[in-house]
């Protein structure tokens, strides 16, 4: 007789999150746990991403550190809600690899537009934290590849996903300009703008595989001290 295995239901609860979204959503709670219990402001100077931080004392690591620190715990479940909702369909349709590099490159280059505009306007020491760049890089991919697929508006209302985006980006260009909320437009359109580039170049730009360069730079500095020495005792010419 042949019996079928279902699976169990933590199985079947896990299998909603692939690998990428699943390590990201750990690392950022376990992070915000852990800065939870540490003193908050020698925490931020560290790792929360700053002008002064960055081009002062030389915190290269600010610019992918912030990613990872959220003021509290709305701020997190909110960050990590969306993740979930527009990040595990695109590393199902990407591949884990894939999606990661995007969600760090929007990160990053939300990171880089913040550093550029708070230096042009003199907020040196304006510390600025949270995944809101990567995620809105998220958002912004999902629009551009599903824009006619049916999303929850603040997981509310449903609606297209590119008239989702539309909204979010009149929004965040009205946030810009008006009063001071606290929250970062700069780095919400950034991640969104580099997104946008990212995937109208055609994912073109390629995370480069240093350990994979070094095996082929030896393996022709190699190749070359080979033919030089068959060269000096007789040998004939190499066709490769």
Same mark, same amino acid.
């Given at each position: 007789?042949?019996?079928?295995?279902?699976?169990?239901?933590?199985?079947?609860?896990?299998?909603?999150?692939?690998?990428g979204?699943?390590?990201?959503?750990?690392?950022?709670t376990?992070?915000?746990?852990?800065?939870?219990?540490?003193?908050?402001?020698?925490?931020?100077?560290?790792?929360?991403?700053?002008w002064?931080?960055?081009?002062?004392?030389?915190?290269?690591w600010?610019?992918f550190?912030?990613?990872?620190?959220h003021?509290?715990?709305?701020?997190?479940?909110?960050?990590?809600?969306?993740?979930?909702?527009?990040?595990?369909?695109l590393?199902?349709?990407?591949?884990?690899?894939?999606?990661?590099?995007?969600?760090?490159?929007c990160?990053?280059g939300?990171?880089?537009? +913040?550093l550029? @505009?708070?230096?042009?306007?003199?907020? &040196?020491?304006?510390? %600025?934290?949270?995944? *809101?760049? #990567?995620?809105? =890089?998220?958002l912004m991919?999902?629009?551009?590849?599903?824009?006619?697929?049916?999303?929850?508006?603040?997981?509310?209302?449903?609606?297209?996903?590119?008239?989702?985006v539309? +909204?979010?980006? @009149?929004?965040?260009?009205?946030?810009? &300009?008006?009063?001071? %909320?606290?929250?970062? *437009?700069? #780095?919400?359109? =950034?991640?969104?703008?580099?997104?946008?580039?990212?995937?109208?170049a055609?994912?073109?730009?390629?995370?480069?595989?240093?350990?994979?360069?070094?095996?082929?730079?030896?393996?022709?500095?190699?190749?070359?001290k080979?033919?030089?020495?068959?060269?000096?005792h007789g040998?004939?010419?190499?066709?490769?």
């Open positions: 007789m042949r019996y079928t295995r279902y699976p169990t239901r933590r199985a079947a609860f896990f299998g909603y999150f692939p690998t979204v699943k390590w990201l959503l750990l690392s950022n376990i992070i915000f746990i852990l800065t939870s219990l540490a003193p908050l402001a020698p925490v931020r100077t560290l790792f929360a991403i700053t002064a931080g960055v081009f002062h004392n030389f915190y290269i600010q610019p550190t912030y990613m990872f620190l003021g509290g715990i709305w701020h997190l479940l909110l960050n990590m809600l969306t993740l979930w909702m527009f990040g595990v369909q590393e199902q349709d990407w591949g884990t690899r894939q999606f990661l590099k995007y969600y760090f490159i990160g990053v939300a990171g880089i537009c +913040i550029l @505009v708070n230096g042009a306007v003199g907020a &040196f020491t304006t510390p %600025t934290i949270g995944a *809101s760049g #990567a995620i809105m =890089g998220l991919a999902f629009g551009v590849l599903y824009p006619n697929q049916r999303v929850l508006m603040d997981f509310l209302f449903p609606i297209k996903a590119k008239y989702l539309m +909204i979010y980006v @009149v929004v965040e260009l009205y946030a810009t &300009f008006g009063p001071n %909320t606290g929250i970062s *437009s700069v #780095a919400h359109l =950034g991640g969104m703008l580099v997104g946008y580039v990212y995937l109208k055609g994912r073109s730009f390629h995370v480069p595989d240093f350990p994979n360069a070094y095996h082929q730079w030896k393996q022709q500095r190699l190749r070359k080979f033919q030089v020495y068959m060269r000096k040998g004939g010419p190499w066709v490769n």
